[in-house]
């Protein structure tokens, strides 16, 4: 293969004052950082409500919660990204499409966009992830909650939520994990995100796979350390006989 190799490409300047590639690739990193924080934060409050609207007594609550997650699961992500960047903003009142529009930057409505289309399609994963930790304790503990005379909400609160949550972290960690890799479709309406710097940094130096290892690389150490982070807290909080692994 007539390929030339250079794995110092990320520290050769760019040509545009004294940066590197490198500082593109930070850059990027800073941007999907931003996008994952909003997105996730979205998405655990939004699908946790959600989660235990699915599971409450009343049938509106629950015809809400079951109308989201089957609009939002069973639309592809990139499809709800462009309805979020190009139609939902033609749609705004007046006042704030203008502003949308004229006063914030085109790198900043992608952003928003991007974290919003994102938390909400993520909400709707995290929905059921709430819905199966709360259907999975034992009903025994409900009973025994409304016999002792707790409300509803006192039930979630002290009973339900603090067990339920506990016994989902796994896969809350993966939730949380492909929502951080999800950040990638960001790239496809301009927000200067790490794959939107790896593409630019490809053309302009031709080290395609350099570049695309590098960026892997930099994927699969984030995730890593987000799934070492969840597994401990899931360590500290498990409860015992409900999480396999500790009697």
């Given at each position: 293969m007539n390929y030339s190799w250079n794995w110092g490409v990320l520290f050769q300047p760019t040509g545009v004052g004294d940066t590197t590639y490198w500082n593109w690739i930070v850059t990027g990193l800073g941007?999907?950082?931003v996008i994952a924080v909003v997105a996730w934060s979205i998405a655990l409050i939004l699908g946790s409500i959600l989660g235990i609207m699915r599971t409450?007594?009343?049938?509106?609550?629950?015809g809400i919660g079951t109308a989201y997650v089957t609009l939002f699961r069973n639309v592809p992500l990139l499809?709800?990204?462009f309805i979020w960047f190009y139609v939902v903003p033609n749609f705004l009142p007046t006042p704030i499409k203008l502003w949308w529009m004229n006063d914030l930057g085109a790198?900043?409505?992608?952003?928003?966009?991007?974290?919003?289309?994102?938390?909400?399609?993520?909400?709707?994963r995290v929905c059921e992830q709430v819905r199966t930790g709360i259907e999975a304790l034992p009903v025994g503990q409900v009973n025994a909650g409304y016999?002792?005379?707790?409300?509803?909400?006192?039930?979630?609160?002290y009973v339900i939520l603090p067990q339920s949550f506990r016994m989902i972290l796994p896969p809350l960690s993966s939730e949380l994990t492909n929502c951080?890799?999800?950040?990638s479709i960001a790239s496809l309406v301009g927000v200067a995100e790490i794959i939107s710097q790896m593409k630019t940094i490809s053309e302009y130096t031709q080290n395609t796979i350099e570049i695309y290892t590098y960026v892997t690389i930099i994927f699969i150490v984030i995730n890593?350390?987000?799934?070492?982070?969840m597994y401990m807290l899931e360590k500290r909080l498990r409860v015992p006989g409900l999480i396999a692994g500790d009697k």
């Open positions: 941007w999907l950082l409450l007594p009343s049938p509106t609550a629950r499809i709800q990204l790198n900043t409505t992608a952003l928003i966009s991007a974290s919003v289309g994102l938390g909400l399609f993520t909400a709707a016999a002792m005379g707790f409300s509803t909400a006192q039930l979630y609160r951080v890799k999800n950040t890593f350390c987000l799934i070492q982070a």
